[in-house]
T-cell receptor, first 115, second 118 residues
Framework: AQKVTQAQTEISVVEKEDVTLDCVYE???????LFWYKQPPSGELVFLIR????DEQNEISGRYSWNFQKSTSSFNFTITASQVVDSAVYFC????????????WGAGTKLIIKP | DAGVIQSPRHEVTEMGQEVTLRCKPI?????LFWYRQTMMRGLELLIY????????DSGMPEDRFSAKMPNASFSTLKIQPSEPRDSAVYFC????????????????FGQGTRLTVV
């Protein structure tokens, strides 16, 4: 069974629109960590955020915000007032004790922001 | 710090040739990872090192793949002989934390090496 599901393969929006990228995870561990990474067209992977399973507070960083809900096993990522530079593939990932804390990756969501 | 440095950025080679990918982790980081990214399989962990020691190489696809970390500032991933299905982007990443018993915090990735085997 897939442990990290990013059901949206590709999303296309017009600049300045808000967009939410979904991430649903599966784990039996009580201690786990969730991550978002960005992969712009240049190819590198850029760390965005890490959350631990005991901290359900939502986080905001500029135009980026993350909504962690244990009840639905989701860790969604919202970009407000999107910009063309936000165009990238975004990966959600999980680490858990059962997997020796190795990163378990979602398939990624390709986000296209049109001017 | 310049971040994780990988070389070459692009490599095109003929089937059967040996390929060596190189990685310089961020200074002071204890853990180093090699990942492979393909459209079909996404991101796969190949192997990781803690303090230069290989910990888990269960992700290495075949005996044709080998990785070394002779010192804290350098690692190689070698494919011999290479095959067209090895074509992918190979990422090296480093983390300031040792994996065993502690959670993997943020890993810092290099820009990747795009390998094409023809």
């Amino acid at each position: 069974a897939q442990k990290v599901t990013q059901a949206q393969t590709e999303i296309s929006v017009v600049e300045k629109e808000d967009v939410t990228l979904d991430c649903v995870y599966e784990t039996r561990d009580t201690t786990y960590y969730l991550f978002w990474y960005k992969q712009p067209p240049s190819g590198e992977l850029v760390f965005l955020i890490r959350r631990n399973s005991f901290d359900e507070q939502n986080e905001i960083s500029g135009r980026y915000s993350w909504n962690f809900q244990k009840s639905t096993s989701s860790f969604n990522f919202t970009i407000t007032a999107s910009q063309v530079v936000d165009s990238a593939v975004y990966f959600c990932a999980l680490t858990e004790a059962d997997s020796n804390y190795q990163l378990i990756w979602g398939a990624g969501t390709k986000l296209i922001i049109k001017p | 710090d310049a971040g994780v440095i990988q070389s070459p950025r692009h490599e095109v080679t003929e089937m059967g040739q040996e390929v060596t990918l190189r990685c310089k982790p961020i200074s002071g980081h204890n853990s180093l990872f090699w990942y492979r990214q393909t459209m079909m399989r996404g991101l796969e962990l190949l192997i990781y090192f803690n303090n230069n020691v290989p910990i888990d190489d269960s992700g290495m696809p075949e005996d044709r793949f080998s990785a070394k970390m002779p010192n804290a500032s350098f690692s190689t991933l070698k494919i011999q002989p290479s095959e067209p299905r090895d074509s992918a982007v190979y990422f090296c990443a480093s983390s300031p934390h040792i994996i065993t018993g502690t959670p993997n915090t943020e890993a810092f990735f290099g820009q990747g090496t795009r390998l094409t085997v023809v």
